[in-house]
């Protein structure tokens, strides 16, 4: 008998929104799709509570392993089966999937374009980005992974703008021909040695020869790194935002990105420690890489929805950095940076939608002066903004510290490295609040653009939007001040994580192992002087 002690709860937050979307068809409305969005929002609502239910009453923080497991077989002839379960990895990107997707449901009022195909996507696209992070099946994994690119293109290429059949067509070409990668190197791994299976726990404990495992890993790096984005494979991520609407952004922003750090962490560094031990360095020069380089690209950007999406691309280059510091704190740090990222991003894409439907233009050059008609929107873009740059109280201060501390103690580099590495990263922290806060002064400041400020529909920030954005600055803020309120949900998975890469490493395990040693040596002593 069903009951809430064994409800499948994981396989009813992956499938309702899906289910539901296809319920969209039918709900009677009177063309102004007004019913649509209400069905829409109620749906998220509900989904959403049922995540944050089933981890406050059934979740073990304190467990590293997974959690409310399912699995049932699905296609016994290919060995394909329904596996489901989280842990520290996954458990608050679903938790942040649920709750970025029913804020961007709200964030749609606007949108009377095709609403039932709109609403149709927005909800099948929440139940495969959830079972992206939930599911334990390598062959399940590349199918979710695939069934979530679809809903995007489309949201894209309908609802984007002049260029949006380019920005669309360049995403799906970049992810799907990344994604053949994955089915490439888990095919690989799943057919190799004794057994076929496409359980990613018992991947994860095959062994594996070195040279396969660094063909595997950089097989895997490149499908990820299209995701994350990393350079150079990041050039379809500013096209994306900038042809994409409100909504749309905050999913872009604050989910899909997380998708390729998620299965960094997952995959790369969970299944392939020992290759990961070999590309580390790399993961640091290319984040600093991304740090830098997407800053500095930023500046140049006159469009406001390019520069935002090239600070994206330079945060995400902090969560290379954390996964690659073999430490606690670091690899902690990198979950936080996904987390808050998530949030900080979707809050200013959110805003910039906000800010393009009154002034009808992204060009910062036609900007200026508006920040007296619209100081709610000024409040809000500068409090978000502040939070984008880490100011110290805000969630990303405290991500951003973590890694830099994690990488600065780790013991898997030399002194050298570390600090060249270290005065880089720190460039590109510098340069951060430079350009923000001149996009800022260029919006709100400056010289008054008196056709522009004249103009009817220059309104300040209605009670919907106000709402959408205290949602994302509580959890900012919160984190800001108290970090253990997320931190918590994850330590015990990431520290085991972070040890296994550090076995992985012949030096740190030697320097673990002669520590160990001393201390039994030094608890011995006594009983061998009595």
Not at 314 to 320: D, R, W, Y
Not at 498 to 512: E, I, M, Q
């Amino acid at each position: 008998m069903l009951s809430l002690e064994n409800f499948p709860w994981l396989t009813f937050i992956i499938a309702f929104p899906i289910l539901m979307s296809l319920v969209v068809a039918f709900v009677p409305d009177k063309g102004d799709g007004k019913t649509i969005r209400w069905f829409a929002l109620v749906v998220g609502l509900i989904d959403f509570a049922a995540i944050a239910y089933a981890f406050c009453t059934k979740y073990d923080y304190n467990n590293p392993g997974l959690q409310l497991v399912e699995k049932y077989a699905w296609v016994p002839a290919l060995g394909l089966n329904w596996s489901v379960g989280v842990d520290g990895l996954s458990m608050p990107l679903v938790l942040l999937t649920g709750f970025i997707t029913t804020l961007a449901i709200l964030a749609s009022w606007p949108v009377t374009l095709k609403p039932r195909l709109f609403y149709f996507l927005l909800l099948s696209m929440y139940g495969a980005q959830i079972a992206v992070f939930a599911v334990q099946d390598m062959l399940l994994f590349f199918l979710t992974w695939e069934l979530e690119l679809i809903p995007v293109y489309l949201l894209l290429s309908i609802w984007g703008g002049y260029k949006r059949l380019y920005a669309a067509t360049k995403f799906i070409l970049y992810t799907a021909i990344g994604s053949l990668f994955i089915l490439v190197a888990g095919l690989a791994m799943a057919f190799y040695g004794d057994t076929v299976s496409f359980d990613m726990q018992t991947l994860a404990n095959k062994d594996y020869p070195l040279t396969f495992q660094l063909l595997a890993y950089g097989a895997f790096l490149i499908s990820y790194g299209v995701k994350l984005p990393i350079f150079p494979l990041h050039t379809w991520l500013p096209d994306a935002h900038g042809e994409a609407t409100a909504p749309v952004h905050m999913l872009l922003a604050g989910i899909l990105l997380k998708m390729g750090g998620y299965a960094l962490m997952r995959m790369n560094a969970g299944m392939l420690p020992e290759a990961h031990a070999y590309f580390a360095p790399i993961l640091v020069i290319l984040g600093i890489v991304n740090i830098i380089y997407a800053a500095l690209t930023s500046f140049a950007q006159r469009s406001l929805k390019r520069k935002i999406a090239y600070s994206s691309i330079s945060h995400m280059g902090f969560v290379l950095i954390g996964l690659a510091s073999f430490t606690d704190l670091g690899t902690s740090g990198a979950m936080l940076q996904m987390i808050s990222h998530g949030l900080i991003g979707a809050s200013l894409f959110f805003l910039v939608g906000a800010t393009y439907d009154r002034t009808h233009t992204l060009i910062l050059d036609e900007m200026g002066g508006v920040g007296q008609k619209m100081p709610k929107i000024f409040a809000m873009f500068t409090t978000c903004s502040l939070a984008s740059l880490a100011l110290p109280g805000m969630s990303g201060f405290v991500a951003e510290v973590m890694i830099f501390v994690g990488f600065a103690t780790s013991d898997a580099y030399s002194g050298t490295f570390k600090v060249i590495a270290l005065l880089l990263m720190a460039v590109g922290v510098i340069l951060t609040p430079v350009y923000l806060l001149s996009m800022l002064r260029e919006i709100f400041y400056g010289k008054e653009n008196t056709e522009l400020t004249s103009h009817q529909e220059l309104i300040d920030a209605e009670p919907r939007e106000v709402f959408i954005i205290a949602c994302l600055l509580i959890p900012i803020i919160g984190i800001g001040f108290y970090p253990k309120i997320v931190t918590q949900m994850y330590d015990a998975t990431t520290t085991k994580l972070a040890g296994v890469l550090r076995d992985a490493v012949p030096v740190l395990a030697n320097k673990r192992d002669n520590k160990r040693l001393a201390s039994i040596q030094a608890q011995a002593a006594p009983s061998l002087t009595k």
